[in-house]
């Protein structure tokens, strides 16, 4: 039986480990912030959204020198209700856009509809629930707080107006 050379097997773990950090370096930790993505830091990817009252659908693109502030929800979601209950309550300030968007599949329009008059949402309201996918939304609700120049600043969600006021004061300061 052949006797086999430890340094070897400690070679290839050294290559192995170099090619590790080199991966993690070129592709996850390099990652500049202005690049397009999900996270704080990051350009917002552009979608279309289709309006759950059959109308005109929207692009993230058109709210491009406005800060946005963009909430996933779904109509089942006890703390979504309670998060739109804080929008409601801070969507009449000037200079920032509100949008919803319901990623729960299981709802049709006409149900839709019937939840955004309940909760009295008066901002657009859409239906896309590729984009929980697309924004990596592992929980409900999340918002988006995106500034003008289409950067997202928070990523997370707000229990109280005084939280959204920090943020949305000194974007539009």
């Known amino acids: 039986m052949e006797k086999r050379n430890p340094l070897l097997y400690i070679g290839l773990v ?3 480990v170099f090619a ?3 991966i993690y370096d070129s592709f996850i930790a390099s990652k500049p912030v202005g690049t397009v993505g ?3 830091g990051n350009l917002l990817l552009d979608q ?3 309006s759950v009252d059959g109308g005109e659908a929207v692009s993230f693109s058109d709210y491009r020198g406005k800060v946005l502030v963009i909430n996933f929800l779904a109509p089942w979601c006890d703390p979504c209700k309670e998060q739109v209950d804080v929008l409601a309550e801070i969507a009449s300030i000037n200079g920032v856009e509100f949008i919803s968007i319901n990623i729960d599949r299981n709802y049709d329009m006409q149900s839709l509809q019937a939840f955004a008059a309940e909760e009295g949402i008066t901002w657009f309201f859409g239906h896309s629930p590729p984009s929980a996918i697309d924004f990596e939304v592992a929980g409900i ?3 988006l707080v995106v500034d003008k120049n289409g950067l997202i600043v928070h990523r997370g969600y707000f ?3 005084q939280e959204f006021d920090t943020i949305l004061l000194q974007l539009l300061g």
């Open 38 to 40: 999900i996270a704080e």
């Open 141 to 143: 609700p999340t918002v």
């Open 159 to 161: 229990t109280t107006i």
């Open 14 to 16: 050294l290559v192995a």
């Open 48 to 50: 279309t959204i289709p």
């Open 20 to 22: 590790g950090y080199f």
